[in-house]
C-alpha cells in the first residue's frame, strides 16, 4: 500500500494555466454544445490529476461557477481543462 501511495503522490501534478484563446475555445465549445444538445468530453483538474467525463451539459450554475452534466456530475468551472464536442 505504501507503494501505491507512493506512485500516487508522485504522479500529482500542478493545475494548467490556460490562456485567453484556451478559455475563447472553451466557451464557444459549451455555447454549441448547450444550443445543438451535443455530447461533450471533459477534462478537469482534481487533486493533481486531469480526469476526464462524458455527457450533455444539462445546466450551467452562474452562482456556484459549476457545469453539470446529464450523468449529474458537477463540476467547477475553474477546474476545467478542456472540452470538446463529440
Known amino acids: 500500500t505504501m507503494l501505491k501511495e507512493m506512485q500516487y503522490r ?11 484563446d484556451d478559455y475563447e475555445m472553451l466557451n ?12 461533450v468530453e471533459v477534462q ?7 480526469l476526464s467525463t462524458y455527457g450533455k451539459i444539462k445546466k450551467l450554475d452562474f452562482v456556484n461557477k459549476t457545469v453539470i ?3 449529474y456530475e458537477k463540476i467547477s468551472a475553474d477546474d476545467i481543462v478542456q472540452l470538446d464536442i463529440i
Do not use: M, R, V
Open 69 to 71: 452534466l446529464s450523468t
Open 10 to 20: 508522485l504522479g500529482k501534478k500542478s493545475k494548467p494555466i490556460l490562456s485567453d
Open 44 to 50: 478537469y483538474y482534481q487533486n493533481g490529476y486531469i
Open 28 to 39: 464557444q465549445n459549451i455555447k454549441t454544445a448547450i444550443t445543438y444538445e451535443k455530447e
